[in-house]
C-alpha cells in the first residue's frame, strides 16, 4: 500500500476503488425505468457547460437534472454512519460532497434548472413516476420550438 495512501489497509483501498462514479446500480434501475415510460435522456452529462460537474441523468428539453446520491458519499440524512477507521478523512470528505452538492443545486436553478435528488435507498420505480411527471410538466409549460420526445 502507498504511503500517502488515505486507506487504513490495503483491502480497504481496493474496495473503495472499487466504487463506481456511475452506473451504479440504482442508477441503472432508475434509467431502465424512466425508459420504459417513453422518457429519453443524456447520462452523466453536464447541465451547464460552463461547469465542470455532472449530472446522473439530464433531460436538456425540460431543464430538468437527476442525481442519484449514495448515502455513505452524500451523507444522507437518515443512513450516513461516519466510519470508525479514519473518520477525520472521511467527514471531511463527505463534507466537501455535502458543500458541492449544494452549490451544484444552487447554480443549477439559477440557471433556471430544476434539481431532483433520489438516495439509493429510495423506491426507483417510485422516484421514476415522479420525475417522469416533473419532467412532461416542465416540457409542456416550456417555450415552443422545444424538443418535446427529446431528452
Known sequence: MAED?????????????ANKSRDTKPELLLRRALHAMGLRYRVCARPLPDVRRTADIVFRSAKVAVEVRGCFWHGCPEHYRAPTANSGYWAQKVERNMAR??????????AGW???VVWEHE???AAAEIIAAHVRERRVSSPVGDNPAGG
Do not use: F, G, I, N
Open 5 to 17: 495512501s488515505w486507506a487504513t489497509s490495503s483491502a480497504t483501498r481496493k474496495s473503495m476503488q
Open 101 to 110: 452538492d449544494a452549490d451544484t443545486a444552487h447554480r443549477l436553478t439559477e
Open 114 to 116: 430544476s434539481l431532483t
Open 123 to 125: 423506491d426507483l420505480a
